[in-house]
């Protein structure tokens, strides 16, 4: 079945490490997403790339890293410097990054991180 | 820029009940728009997209939403909710680079 996947379903760290976040899609699309979930606000875009070896920031980039070295895997990094990190978050893809709408998001099951 | 409002961040319905979700949009070009539905602790799930063929555009379970330019909305609708209707729904709006806008989000209950 093609679809993406997210591992781990739970995360814990303490404060201070890094943590990475995994994301791998066989849906051959070219484009894919991080989001971060927070009760009551939404989705919010955290990194995104529209082709391998190419990414750009969205929205709350700050503290967190990405890379893009094959196509079905991008990978997202929550440094020590984010300063509130305990959240849901979703990797999502689509076919192609390139054209202005038109093509819809496919969503992983999420990660929920929680930092002490 | 674009943007997405949803009215109302909870709306309770009673099963069988009329269900009516929602969504207004601003963008400066014509729109392609999103319901995405999401269960406790899951990633989402396309319920419909707009993508300018047809003002009413059917979903999975039920769902309908219809574009209305006049009145820059997307609401959502279903005939007569059911239990397995709770979750929390989503609507988007497309902007360039294939990004997606959401709205803060709107939690169905459903009850008995």
């Known amino acids: 079945d093609g679809g993406i996947t997210q591992s781990p379903k739970y995360l814990f760290r303490k404060e201070g490490q890094n943590v990475t976040l995994s994301c791998e899609q066989n849906l051959n699309h070219d484009a894919m997403y991080w989001y971060r979930q927070d009760p009551g606000q939404g989705l919010r875009l955290i990194y995104y790339s529209q082709i391998v070896n190419d990414f750009q920031k969205g929205d709350i980039a700050e503290g967190y890293s990405v890379s893009r070295e094959k196509k079905e895997s991008f990978p997202l990094t929550v440094t020590s410097a984010q300063k509130n990190p305990t959240a849901f978050y979703l990797c999502?893809?689509?076919?192609?990054?390139?054209?202005?709408?038109?093509?819809?998001?496919?969503f992983g099951p999420g990660t929920r991180l929680t930092v002490t | 820029a674009q943007s997405v409002t949803q009215l109302g961040s909870h709306v309770s319905v009673s099963e069988g009940a009329l269900v009516l979700l929602r969504c207004n949009y601003s963008?400066?070009?014509?729109?392609?728009l999103f319901w995405y539905v999401q269960y406790p602790n899951q990633g989402l799930q396309l319920l419909l997209k707009y993508t300018s063929a047809a003002t009413l555009v059917k979903g999975i379970n039920g769902f309908e939403a219809e574009f209305k330019k006049s009145e820059t909305s997307f609401h959502l609708t279903k005939p007569s909710a059911h239990m397995s209707d709770a979750a929390e729904y989503f609507c988007a709006v497309s902007e360039l680079k294939g990004k997606l806008i959401f709205g803060q989000g709107t939690t169905l209950q459903v009850k008995p």
């Open positions: 963008s400066s070009v014509p729109p392609y």
């Open positions: 999502a893809s689509s076919p192609d990054g390139d054209r202005t709408g038109g093509y819809e998001q496919y």
